[in-house]
């Protein structure tokens, strides 16, 4: 079992920036690929980013590219996003998950994780 605890939202004006963390608890963090995923008020959940479990691979959704930077450190247990630029489209609910498979390109279409965080809010002021 993994519990995972986010952290790092809040209120930011457009254009600048937050780093989001997400703390694992539980064994071998380093065999899950984790995953930032956001839903905004009346939107379904949508994929941002993603990590290997070696941090060696990284997906983005096109929307966050260039802004966005997913890394992890697995002797803290912990996956990171730093968000540059924000939009106010970014505002959101950030949620972290991980999994055992590293989904690669089909991170945006996948169903189903195997654990997810319960999520901090992110509002981007324009």
């Known amino acids: 079992q993994v519990q995972l605890v986010e952290s790092g939202g809040g209120l930011v004006q457009a254009g600048g920036s937050l780093r989001l963390s997400c703390a694992a608890s539980?064994?071998?963090?380093?065999?899950?690929?984790m995953g930032w995923f956001r839903q905004a008020p009346g939107k379904e959940r949508e994929f941002v980013s993603a990590?290997?479990?070696?941090?060696?691979?990284?997906y983005y959704a096109d929307s966050v590219k260039g802004r966005f930077t997913i890394s992890r450190d697995n002797a803290r247990n912990t996956v990171y996003l730093q968000m540059n630029s924000l939009k106010p489209e970014d505002m959101a609910v950030y949620y972290c998950?991980?999994?055992?498979?590293?989904?690669?390109?089909?991170?945006?279409?996948?169903?189903?994780?195997?654990?997810w965080g319960e999520g901090t809010l992110v509002t981007v002021s324009s």
């Open positions: 998950a991980a999994d055992r498979r590293d989904y690669g390109s089909n991170w945006p279409i996948v169903g189903h994780l195997d654990f």
């Open positions: 539980g064994r071998s963090f380093s065999t899950y690929a």
């Open positions: 990590i290997s479990w070696s941090g060696g691979s990284t």
